[in-house]
Nanobody, 124 residues
Framework: VQLQASGGGLVQAGGSLRLSCAAFGRTFSSYSMGWFRQAPGKEREFVSAISWHGGNTDYADSVKGRFTISKDNDVDALYLQMNNLEPDDTAVYYC??????????????????WGQGTQVTVSS
C-alpha cells in the first residue's frame, strides 16, 4: 500500500492543523495505523496510533490531550487533529501502517508502509 500524508503547514503557537493520510493500492482498513514525526537532527518518534476499527488509540505523553487520531475506513483515510500546537511540535509528520489489527506498537520498525511525510512548522 502507498500512503500520502498532507495537511502540514506553518502555524503560530496555539493554532491547529489537521493532517490527512490517504492510501493507494490496497485498503488499510484491516490494520492499525500510526503517526510519527521527525525533527531535524532527531530520531523518528511515535505520536499516535489507532486500531483498524478505531476502538483503540494511543498517544505519546507529549501530545496527549492536544492531538486526536481518527480513521475513516470507508475512504481509507487516517487523520490527526492537532490543537494547541507548540514550537516543539515542529517536525515532518509521517503516517504508517502496521501489519496487525492492534498491538500498541510504538516503534517505527514495527510499522510496514510509510508515507512521504508532511512538514509542520509551529512558530512561537
Amino acid at each position: 500500500v502507498q500512503l500520502q500524508a498532507s495537511g502540514g503547514g506553518l502555524v503560530q503557537a496555539g493554532g491547529s492543523l489537521r493532517l490527512s493520510c490517504a492510501a493507494f493500492g490496497r485498503t488499510f482498513s484491516s490494520y492499525s495505523m500510526g503517526w510519527f514525526r521527525q525533527a531535524p537532527g532527531k530520531e523518528r518518534e511515535f505520536v499516535s496510533a489507532i486500531s483498524w476499527h478505531g476502538g483503540n488509540t494511543d498517544y505519546a505523553d507529549s501530545v496527549k490531550g492536544r492531538f486526536t487520531i481518527s480513521k475513516d475506513n470507508d475512504v481509507d483515510a487516517l487523520y490527526l487533529q492537532m490543537n494547541n500546537l507548540e514550537p516543539d511540535d515542529t517536525a515532518v509528520y509521517y503516517c504508517a501502517t502496521d501489519l496487525v489489527n492492534w498491538a500498541g506498537h510504538r516503534r517505527a520498525n514495527e510499522y510496514a508502509s510509510w508515507g512521504q511525510g508532511t512538514q509542520v512548522t509551529v512558530s512561537s
